[in-house]
């Protein structure tokens, strides 16, 4: 299913061009025309859903398998010190395309985007409490 207007459907079936570094039935993988580092790129679901919430199972999974052997060929192809796998769901979260898809970045000794975070100061309380609103 294709939506209308959504870029990243263009994209993934093809109607506007973009550096494809994998294709298959379910997927195509292409370079980041922003990228964080050098070989930034996202894995896209050629069928249409907004976010991580509204993809069927089995595809998650499959995305997931395609991001570890692309990780495993852009490292060694790139001789990548190490890699982030991102994945944005909604505005808060930095979300600005809202067709689902997972970054792919190899980090570099020398690189300097800003992927993590301070850590918050919370008691084991909170924790706890946290713990419980999740599993309830
Ligand atoms: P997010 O903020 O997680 O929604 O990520 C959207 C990403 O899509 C950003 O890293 C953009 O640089 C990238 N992007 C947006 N438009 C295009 C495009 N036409 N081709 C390739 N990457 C794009
Ligand atoms: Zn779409």
């Known amino acids: 299913m294709k939506k209308d207007n959504c870029i990243f459907c263009k994209i993934a079936n093809g109607d506007i061009p973009s550096r494809k570094l994998y294709e298959d039935d379910n997927f195509v993988v292409i370079m980041d025309l922003g990228p964080a580092t050098k070989g930034h790129s996202l894995i896209i679901p050629k069928d249409h859903y907004a976010n991580l919430y509204e993809m069927p199972a089995d595809l998650a999974g499959e995305a997931m398998k395609l991001a570890q052997k692309m990780a495993i060929k852009m490292t060694d ?17 930095g979300q600005t ?28 309380d909170e924790l706890d409490a946290i713990k419980d609103t999740i599993l309830k």
């Not at 192809?77 to 979260?93: I, M, S, T």
């Not at 395309?97 to 992927?115: Q, T």
């Open 77 to 93: 192809a790139l001789k990548a010190d190490g890699f982030n796998l991102v994945q944005n769901n909604g505005e808060v979260a």
């Open 97 to 124: 395309v809202f067709h689902f898809h997972l970054h792919l970045i190899p980090r570099y000794k020398e690189d300097a985007p800003c992927i993590t975070w301070t850590p918050q100061t919370v008691s084991g």
